[in-house]
């Protein structure tokens, strides 16, 4: 039911190992994470195409004179591991979310280190992954293609020691989850959508949505439409955002608009499809949602919604023992 978003980014500094640590031990049933492929081909867990000054700092470059120094700034795409691995992501606190722990020093992770912290962690293979290929295709040269996702991440996947139906794989990019669902049918796939990609420019087709027009397919609303469209794609899931663009932050403010909608959820349900929406970050909205039926919530803030859910009288799941949780992050967590 509860996901940490990029671990638990309201809590701890996002996408890094403490993050994912404190999402165990606060009882998450599924780590979220995004997924960037490096220049020497190496799939790191992060959010951003780019190394945001607001979010790590430069220390040593990764060789002597190296012209690509300083990397804030620069693209995961143009650099590779040895530069990522100087970079500090840990000393930093966004202003958006100010009870984040900073961990000073931390290093960005690989898929593949976070899989083994995960191993030690969690011994009995318990944990749930919804890992996001975050590929660009309006600008292609931003991100690796396609291929290169779908065949580095599903590598990663099968050597997990993870089932591959523990792993969700999720994109904004629906090209991503076609090829995904062409290789390995038995990975769930989830159809993120919000209201920048669901139409493009002028209401013309979305670049996001592997060349579907949301126009082409029944419903009366918008969000009957996205659902079928995420179905004829094979989705398992339909991920959208729980809110739309607009001056309304929950549902007691005026202007108020979700994006996620009863409508939409009936239809997927209909179609036999999960919904999970994000960001979930207000309890009203959080409270709207499950009185709607969704079948997970992906929230910054995991404990919160593991409250919520409590004291609705809902079953949630056992955290992870917070000692081997710590000192598995111990064993694994690199700093610079």
């Given amino acids: 039911m509860k996901q940490g978003h990029r671990g638990s980014r309201g809590e701890n500094v996002e996408s890094t190992l403490p993050a994912f640590a404190w999402g165990l031990i606060d009882g998450v049933t599924t780590l979220e994470l995004d997924n960037g492929i490096t220049k020497d081909g190496v799939v790191v867990v992060w959010h951003d195409e780019e190394i945001m000054a607001e979010k790590c700092n430069d220390t040593v470059p990764a060789v002597k004179n190296d012209p690509d120094f300083p990397y804030v700034g620069k693209r995961i795409v143009d650099l590779t591991l040895a530069q990522i691995k100087t970079l500090d992501c840990g000393s930093k606190r966004l202003a958006n ?19 083994k912290f995960a191993q030690c962690a969690d011994p009995k293979h318990e944990i749930s992954w919804n890992i996001e290929s975050k590929i660009n295709p309006v600008d292609p040269t931003s991100t690796r293609g396609v291929d290169d996702f779908v065949t580095l991440q599903h590598n990663e996947f099968v050597k997990s020691s993870y089932r591959l139906s523990q792993i969700t ?58 659902a079928h469209a995420a179905k004829s794609i094979k989705a398992d899931i339909l991920s959208p955002a729980a809110v739309s663009i607009g001056n309304g932050v929950e549902p007691v403010d005026g202007g108020y608009f979700p994006f996620t909608t009863e409508e939409m959820i009936l239809q997927a349900h209909e179609l036999g499809m999960m919904v999970k929406p994000w960001t979930v970050n207000y309890l ?45 992050l111990s064993q694994h967590l690199q700093k610079v």
Wanted: glycine content about 8%; overall charge negative; charged content about 25%.
């Fill in 97 to 115: 979310f100010p009870l984040q722990l900073t961990y000073p020093g931390t290093k960005i992770s690989t898929l593949s280190e976070l899989f």
């Fill in 169 to 226: 794989y999720q994109s904004f990019d629906w090209r991503t989850l076609i090829a995904m669902k062409n290789l390995e049918p038995t990975i769930p796939t989830a159809a993120l959508i919000e209201q920048t990609t669901a139409l493009g420019e002028d209401n013309g087709t979305s670049s996001w949505l592997a060349g579907l027009r949301l126009e082409d397919f029944p419903g009366e609303t918008m969000g009957e439409r996205i």
């Fill in 284 to 328: 009203d909205i959080a409270e709207q949602l499950i009185d709607w039926g969704v079948d997970g919530i992906i929230s910054d803030y995991p404990t919160q919604i593991r409250r919520l859910v409590r004291q609705r009288g809902e079953s949630v799941s056992p955290s992870f023992p917070k000692r081997r949780v710590l000192q598995c």
